[in-house]
């Protein structure tokens, strides 16, 4: 029996994997799908669900197909490497082929041994909308490491799991789950780690600005899937999520703050660092730093700093003057977008004869 094996974190499986997962195995000729979810983490991530959760929502969102969920890397704990735990499968369950997303075929060089994981089992692609033509990819990696790579018809819908968990950490609901997938997210009160801070956020946010503090979530954990920035999923919500908390709460409350920051437009994100201490909880510094710096840049930032000041530069909720082009110049390519805002925003504020804060000069001058 030729088997179809698809592994992930799953946190949460939403519709797009079953239909992959539907189609791979009608034009694979696979009468079985073995799903094999990622174990638990040793150091938990807030809003990454437990092995338990993640397998009962497999359950449910894979439903009326032949599956069976093999928990070999929960069992195994560790060296959870591709190269080690498929050879395993084969011996287990014979005819295999390994399924992979289109995103992930374009970083299969940067894995643990991809050569040894080509010797096991044919690799399916499923390509995704939004990406570039795969069989590029799959000449290059054919060249370089050999094995059978097969590009199933198929095409993906541009679904990430990592922005369907922001949605519902924002306690959205998102249309890319099924019903069923929902009802036992409810019903277990299961992605409400950060529900306190969205309801409190609400009450310091008109409206507008709040829907722009879940736009900037959006854009930045888009970005940082995309183009696989490898930033923490957690400190990436919460610094955007919270980079516009001391917007419309000006007072100093005995902060100390720059001064030369005071009754300008950028004194928010020296405002927002610290209220986000205070009011949110937040200790670790690279979110502060990251909330501290979203609107002047600095010089030699760090990544999740460029992922914010980027994220809220480009949100979606901007449709004016250069920004939509802005955006997909880095969508594209993150760092171009992020040289290509920096000097936008220096040129625009030399043109209007408007102050130009010394951490902005500082960064145009490292950067540009």
Not at 91 to 101: C, Q, S
Not at 277 to 291: H, N, P, Q
Request: charged content about 30%; hydrophobic content about 35%.
């Amino acid at each position: 029996m030729k088997t179809l094996v698809f592994g992930g974190a799953f946190d949460p499986p939403h519709k797009e994997h079953v239909n992959i997962c539907i189609n791979a195995m009608k034009e694979l000729g696979c009468e079985r799908l073995v799903i094999v979810p990622t174990m638990d983490p040793p150091h938990k991530n807030k809003g990454f669900l437990s092995f338990k959760d993640r397998c009962c929502l497999i359950e449910k969102a894979f439903d009326g197909i032949n599956f069976l969920i093999d928990d070999i890397e929960n069992v195994r704990g560790k060296d959870n490497y591709t190269c080690r735990v498929l050879p395993i499968l084969k011996e287990k369950y014979g005819d295999i082929v390994f399924l992979i997303g289109g995103d992930s075929f374009e970083y299969f060089d940067t894995w643990y041994h991809p050569e040894l994981i080509t010797e096991i089992a044919p690799i399916a692609v499923c390509g995704r909308e939004g990406f570039d033509d795969l069989n590029l990819t799959k000449n290059k990696m054919t060249e370089k490491f050999g094995g059978d790579f097969i590009i199933i018809d198929y095409k993906g819908k541009d679904i990430s799991s990592s922005m369907i968990k922001a949605k519902l950490l924002m306690q959205e609901n998102p249309k890319e789950l099924q019903e069923s997938v929902l009802d036992y997210i409810h019903e277990n009160h299961l992605y409400e780690d950060y529900k306190w801070m969205v309801d409190k956020l609400m009450t310091y946010q008109s409206d507008d600005l709040f829907n722009h503090s879940k736009f900037v979530v959006k854009r930045s954990v888009d970005f940082n899937s995309k183009h696989n920035l490898k930033q923490n999923f957690t400190k990436v919500f919460l610094a955007a999520l919270l980079h516009d908390n001391a917007k419309q709460r000006p007072s100093l409350d005995g902060f100390n703050v720059p001064e030369d920051a005071v009754g300008t437009k950028v004194l928010h994100q020296f405002l927002g660092a610290e209220k986000a201490r205070r009011d949110f909880g937040i200790e670790d510094e690279e979110i502060l730093s990251a909330i501290r710096h979203h609107t002047t840049a600095k010089e030699n930032m760090t990544m999740l700093e460029k992922l914010i000041y980027t994220g809220d530069s480009l949100s979606d909720d901007r449709e004016y003057g250069e920004i939509p082009k802005l955006r997909e110049i880095a969508i594209k390519d993150f760092n171009e977008g992020f040289l290509a805002i920096l000097k936008h925003t220096y040129d625009k504020l030399i043109a209007e004869g408007r102050p130009i804060y010394p951490l902005t000069l500082e960064a145009v001058k490292y950067y540009l």
